[in-house]
């Protein structure tokens, strides 16, 4: 049998007197697309942050205990080889003035940083994984002239340039219009149809994680519920992880 892409057993965070996990545990198949869902203050971001092995940033924030276990395709996190795992990040306050192009962006996932002088098989990389999101013609143009959801693809091709197993993405449609969030899964689809990779998405969005991923984990420092999402994003687990749901609720479970 495979190993799964993701094993987490019993894993724990506390900071100081905050326990920001407790005894999460769950295993995540090779292939799949999970979305991660919970309250602000959930742990969601200080799993992610494991996952990518930097648990040494966490022992940043203060005082911290960690307990349990995480395999990221049989390695331990700060093992795994570079080229396996992809990440795309929340986009927060992007500096518009920087000067820099979008393939030197693109480039960057493949050299770990920032190019100065761009080689010419790097470049062919860099627009092939361009490609693969729809973004080809941006690759000279400005990131500070690219629209949100142009600036998420061109990170989008950023964690593709590698062709990892794994891709970590966090909140990745904010900032996008509906019509770049339709493109957004859409491509992000195709990578997976193509590659078998295993995708772990934190979202706010209840009906993406509905209609895009085939698992769903619902957490509130703890794991609330795991597995299919009609079975997950229920009244009963929702209200547990974010108490009254409300409205939205209804809309995106149907009124159960």
């Not at 019509?179 to 195709?190: F, I, P, S």
Request: net charge positive; hydrophobic share 45%.
């Amino acid at each position: 049998m495979t190993a799964p892409a993701v094993e987490i057993d019993r894993y724990s965070v506390r900071f100081g007197e905050f326990q920001a996990l407790h005894e999460v545990s769950l295993s995540v198949p090779e292939g799949a697309f999970v979305a991660i869902v919970g309250p602000n203050g959930a742990g969601k971001s200080t799993l992610l942050k494991a996952l990518l092995g930097l648990e040494h940033s966490l022992l940043r924030d203060g005082p911290t205990r960690i307990a349990g276990s995480i395999r990221i395709l049989g390695f331990p996190p700060g093992e795994v080889p570079p080229n396996w795992v992809g990440y795309v990040p929340q986009l927060k306050g992007f500096d518009r003035s920087f000067p820099a192009l979008a393939i030197e962006l693109v480039v960057s996932g493949l050299r770990r940083h920032w190019p100065f002088l761009i080689g010419r098989d790097e470049r062919k990389q860099a627009i092939a994984a361009l490609e693969k999101v729809g973004a080809s013609h941006l690759a000279n143009r400005r990131l500070g002239r690219l629209s949100g959801g142009e600036l998420q693809r061109v990170y989008l091709a950023r964690s593709l340039i590698r062709r990892p197993r794994l891709l970590l993405l966090d909140e990745p449609a904010t900032g996008v219009d509906a019509v770049g969030e339709a493109d957004l899964y859409r491509h992000l689809e195709a990578y997976q149809a193509e590659s078998r990779a295993t995708i772990l998405m934190i979202t706010h969005d209840w009906e993406a994680a509905q209609h895009h991923a085939s698992a769903v984990l619902v957490l509130n420092r703890q794991v609330i519920g795991y597995g299919p999402p009609e079975k997950v994003l229920c009244h009963e687990c929702l209200s547990q992880a974010f108490g009254h749901v409300g409205h939205a609720h209804q809309v995106i479970l149907g009124g159960r």
